[in-house]
């Protein structure tokens, strides 16, 4: 990992070095933590923060759900980003707040346990490679089933969600492909191990309806997009079988972007290349992150 200099620890700048945590902490053991994972981009006004707002509303719903209190008000953890992403002079980064169970007590019971925050920021380019945003993933339909709504709480981006995702990629990478498509628990598409999923059939946009995925940004900003371009979008049931006879499909994500789907299991979508509305999607998307879209302006938050 490219180190940067300082980390937003619990409202402190600390060197990125120095910004340790117990082997005791309680998240470490048991998994409580929640998390987002925000984008910055370069504008032609310098660095801006894509849907900040919207990102932290996710990660105080996530800490509700897990029954955390973070210790700070949003505005707090705005100026923390905002703070973070100046103090480390990077023009265009990933930003991960975490909040934690702390070092308190063993024990599953959380009770006892401090809630800590950091934000940290790194440099992240394409997340499945440039060329996977160009010409498109491999993708395999997992053997794991996505955490269920009434065992785990796919609605928050809790840490502990994430074996899920990291069974399923580890079993994708290993069996040769990109990424892992997660099924739900009555055999119907979710998402990815780390994305909202996407397909295009006769010019109508599809997506799982949002029983039992993590809700994006980057979906919703798609939806949107889509819809003001005049597209039909469609939240519904999906199954693989409309996967692999779709003409076109895609990926969306804060870390993904919007990557085309090239194959599934061995099938081809469409023609196996990045499909037409996949690639009008990710223009648009592209100016709007990068300040290029006046319509879009209000989801911005820049620096400077
Ligand atoms: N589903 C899952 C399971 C998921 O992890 C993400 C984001 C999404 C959907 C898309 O959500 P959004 O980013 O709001 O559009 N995954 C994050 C973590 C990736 C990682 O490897 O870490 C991300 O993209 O930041």
């Known amino acids: 990992m490219q180190e940067l200099e300082k980390i937003w620890m619990n409202g402190e700048l600390v060197p990125w070095k120095e910004a340790k945590i117990h082997v005791l902490t309680h998240a470490l053991h048991y998994g409580t933590a929640v998390f987002e994972g925000i984008r910055c981009y370069k ?40 703070d973070i992403i100046k103090a480390n002079g990077v023009e265009e980064c990933y930003i991960r707040p975490i909040v934690f169970r702390g070092y308190g007590e063993m024990g599953v019971d959380p009770s006892s346990c401090g809630v800590d925050c950091v934000i940290a920021v790194w440099c992240w380019g394409a997340y499945m490679g440039e060329k996977g945003i160009k010409e498109g993933v491999r993708a395999k339909i997992s053997s794991y089933t996505r955490t269920y709504i009434n065992s785990g709480s796919p609605r928050a981006k809790s840490s502990a969600n994430y074996l899920n995702s990291s069974l399923a990629k580890i079993e994708a990478k290993d069996l040769g492909y990109d990424e892992a498509i997660l099924l739900d628990i009555n055999g119907f598409l979710s998402e990815g191990s780390g994305e909202n999923i996407f397909y295009v059939k006769d010019g109508v946009i599809f997506t799982p309806h949002p029983y039992s995925i993590l809700l994006g940004i980057t979906r919703d900003t798609v939806i949107k997009i889509a819809r003001k371009l005049g597209m039909e979008v469609k939240e519904t049931l999906c199954t693989r079988d409309d996967l692999y006879l779709a003409d076109e499909a895609f990926f969306t994500g804060t870390a993904a972007e919007i990557t085309p789907i090239a194959e599934v299991d061995g099938r081809k979508i469409g023609t196996g290349k990045r499909g037409e509305i996949t690639h009008l999607l990710q223009e648009v998307f592209f100016r709007v992150v990068r300040g290029e879209e006046p319509d879009y302006e209000s989801w911005l938050t820049k620096l400077r």
């Open 43 to 82: 504008t032609n006004t310098g660095p801006a923060v894509f849907r900040l707002k919207d990102h932290l509303k996710r990660l105080y719903d996530s800490a509700h759900i897990v029954r955390m209190t973070i210790p700070y008000p949003p505005e707090e953890l705005e100026k923390g980003v905002i």
